[in-house]
């Protein structure tokens, strides 16, 4: 398995939540589950993303903005997360701020997978890319 593939999966994983995040209605225990899940799931991957993919990326001039310009975007989507616990779940506020997480965490992924993921294929070896991936999911899971 290389980084990207291990990425992607996990990419997989969070597309579903946020999905199912916006499906849901008020204060209710599915939608509690599904914040929870998916806050956890995003924090980590970020951590590790950051530490196992960008971190070697931000060397290369080829690949050093798109880099800096994705780790912005997980910050963004970390004061979305933060504004979304600090509304009431049942106010209609909460859903727009769902939705507006919704639209980052679709088009930060596509972007990650469109457009880093070329560029990163063409700065990483073979090898970094299989290494990368091992650390990365054995910090992950």
Known sequence: MNIFEALR???????????ALIQTH???????????????ELKEHAKF????????????????EKSRHSVAEHHEIDELIEDLEVTEMSS????????????????????????????????LTEEQKESLAKQYNDAMH
């Not at 993303?49 to 050093?64: S, V």
């Not at 506020?93 to 063409?122: C, D, I, N, P, Y």
């Open 9 to 19: 999966h996990d990419h997989d994983k969070q597309r579903k939540l946020v999905d």
């Open 26 to 40: 008020g204060d209710t225990d599915e939608r509690h589950t599904l914040i929870d899940q998916l806050k956890t």
């Open 49 to 64: 993303e950051e530490r196992y993919f960008y971190n070697p990326l931000m060397l290369d001039d080829l690949t050093h």
């Open 92 to 123: 209609p506020a909460w859903l727009v701020t769902a939705k507006k997480l919704h639209h980052l965490v679709h088009h930060h992924l596509s972007e990650e997978e469109h457009e880093v993921f070329q560029l990163a294929g063409k700065v």
